[in-house]
Each structure stands twice: as structure tokens, then as C-alpha cells.
Nanobody
Framework: QVQLVESGGGLVQAGGSLRLACAAS????????MGWFRQAPGKEREFVAA????????SYANSVVGRFTISRDNGKNTIYLQMNSLKPEGTAVYYC??????????????????WGQGTQVTVSS
């Protein structure tokens, strides 16, 4: 009942910044906790960041703490991922995800019910 579409990916140099957006439609957006994941070639999809329904709580993977910021604008039905100080290791397809009303957790793939198509982020050296 929730559709997600990511945007904002592209090619950036190491040390640069990029902002991803995820627009949601369908069932009430504010009922869903949201997350960002990424998947690099040859690696499993990994947790990046999550945000609660109202945006009052956030969680980050240790690898991005201090560099990435997740936020949401429920009035626009959109969440964002501001990525600063990008590293080549950050090259991956980034996915937006929405949890159900009750979730098993927000730091694993299994905690989410809906996924976007992904957007490619490439960080050059």
C-alpha cells in the first residue's frame, strides 16, 4: 500500500556531498518508519539509516555516523538522506524502505515491507 521512488543519485568525487530523496505515496506516510539501505557489487544489502514515524528518533550505521543525516518531511511525504564527506566505499545502489505499522526492527532488511527501485551513487577517488 506504499509506493516509494528514490532520486538524487549520481557521480561525485570523494569528499563531496549528495542528497537523496524518497517520495512516498499510497497509504498514510506518517504511519511508517522509514529507512535507507545500500548494496554494493558483491555485497549484501546493508543498513544505512532509519527514522521514526514522526522523525523524532534516528539511527545510523556506524560507518556513516557523523557524515550522513536522515530526515523526513511528512507534509511532503518525503524522506531524505544527506550524505557528506563521501568515500569510494560508499559507491552502491541506495534503496529507500518503509516499515509496517509494527516492525521487527529498523536496522535489518526484514524489518521493512516496502522498497523503492534504488538509485545509483558512485563516488570516485
Amino acid at each position: 500500500q506504499v509506493q516509494l521512488v528514490e532520486s538524487g543519485g549520481g557521480l561525485v568525487q570523494a569528499g563531496g556531498s549528495l542528497r537523496l530523496a524518497c517520495a512516498a505515496s499510497g497509504r498514510t506516510f506518517s504511519n511508517n518508519a522509514m529507512g535507507w539501505f545500500r548494496q554494493a557489487p558483491g555485497k549484501e544489502r546493508e543498513f544505512v539509516a532509519a527514522i521514526s514515524r514522526r522523525g523524532g528518533s534516528t539511527s545510523y550505521a556506524n560507518s556513516v555516523v557523523g557524515r550522513f543525516t536522515i530526515s523526513r518531511d511528512n507534509g511532503k511525504n518525503t524522506i531524505y538522506l544527506q550524505m557528506n564527506s563521501l568515500k569510494p566505499e560508499g559507491t552502491a545502489v541506495y534503496y529507500c524502505a518503509a516499515a509496517g505499522f509494527q516492525t521487527s526492527g529498523l536496522t535489518t532488511v526484514s524489518g521493512y515491507d516496502y522498497w523503492g527501485q534504488g538509485t545509483q551513487v558512485t563516488v570516485s577517488s
